[in-house]
């Protein structure tokens, strides 16, 4: 029995649209992605799970430990909920949120909250100093890990920190050592021109070999400048953890000696982006289904809704995939729409309309935005119906 055949067995009882995660397949990308680690821990990107219960699915499998969250209201929740450890990765501007922090001490024993400037400790000050018997705010320094040549003129890789050199990090460090109520305990460095962008760039060898070249000049100089950052910061506190990679970088991050542990999170889905990576492939584990409702031309069919665009710069590469049955493709004149859309090809005319058309998400965590829930199939059958963030009425971001 193929893939379709299977989903749409363990579905029937449903009306689209809706969205699965199967767990067999999750469960082999999981494995794959301990193996790549060699042994180093991988801490759970939850932006890109967003459902609680898969979480902690996620974590109850060895190989790893913590969780990369997206929002600090986020990481307060789900350590009220029992999770811990949970790094929060972006910093944050939300009063209240810190000031919730400061006076919560298993918060504060578990929740570990992102820098890069001292105006992020000046607004964190400000932001509890309302607050009585404050807790200790356990601090990560994040690292520019982009990739800068040409005397400055190329730049590749997401514009995150404004610390980029060993005496920059240290000179952090040290303000944070000065100050009451802070304990500098992570440094992260996430190289998104590497663990984000696919080497294996399809129908396009020219930007392949580019990609190709720019990575394997990035980690040279990204080892080389991480080890020294990390050797700097040390001299000046006393870290539990060196975070660093992503899904598309595992066994290349945790390679260097100063890492001690990898964050990945799209790897679990494997969404479409994942597929061009040459390193490593996975198994589509989490889909959606959207209903045929017209058939208005031969080799036309319209399904309801499937506007559902990632994030990150536009482009083709960011519209979901319609997957199953093979053979569908966009209208070009309209591409994935609000409320319909076209899709052509002539896998469209053997489906009627009240069939179903299974699509994969560009990207990982953002379907889970889209539905309420998802279901977990395992092998024919729904096993589980767990939560998203929006389905236990959480809405972070």
Known sequence: ??????????????????????????????????????????????????????????????????????TLPEALWLVSTGLRDVLVAYPTADRAALAELAADGRAAREITIMVDHPDHLDLVESAVAGVR????????????????ALGGRLRVGARRSAVREADQAADLAADIAKRTGFRLVGLMAYEAQIAGVGDAAPGSPAR???????????????????????????????????????????????????????????????????DFYR??????????????????APGVVTVLGGGYHASGAPGPDRLPQ???????????DEGAGEVQTPLLGQAAEDLRVGDRVWFRHAKAGELSERFARLYLVDGEKIVEEAPTYRGEGRTFL
């Not at 989903?7 to 999750?26: K, Q």
């Open 1 to 70: 029995m193929d893939d379709r055949q299977r989903y749409d067995r363990a579905t029937a009882h449903l009306d689209p649209p809706f969205a699965v995660l199967d767990l067999a397949a999750m469960r082999s990308n999981a494995e794959s992605m301990v193996r790549r680690a060699g042994g180093k821990p991988i801490r759970v990107a939850s932006k890109s799970i967003r459902s609680r219960p898969v979480l902690e699915r996620i974590l109850a499998m060895d190989g790893f430990a913590g969780i990369m969250a997206f």
């Open 133 to 148: 018997d404050r807790h200790e705010i356990r601090v990560c320094l994040d690292i520019d890990a982009g990739f800068v």
């Open 208 to 274: 392949t070999r580019a990609i190709r070249w720019m990575q394997a000049r990035s980690r040279r100089e990204l080892v080389s400048r991480r080890g020294r950052i990390v050797h700097a910061v040390r001299q000046v506190a006393d870290l539990e953890f060196v975070n660093g990679g992503g899904t598309g970088s595992i066994e290349k991050t945790a390679r260097e000696k100063a890492v001690t542990e990898i964050a990945a999170g799209s790897g679990f889905f494997h969404p479409r982006l994942f």
């Open 279 to 296: 390193g490593f492939t996975g198994r589509p584990a989490a889909l959606f289904a959207l209903p045929v409702v017209r058939r208005p």
């Open 322 to 332: 319609p997957y199953l049955p093979c053979g569908l493709r966009y209208d070009p």
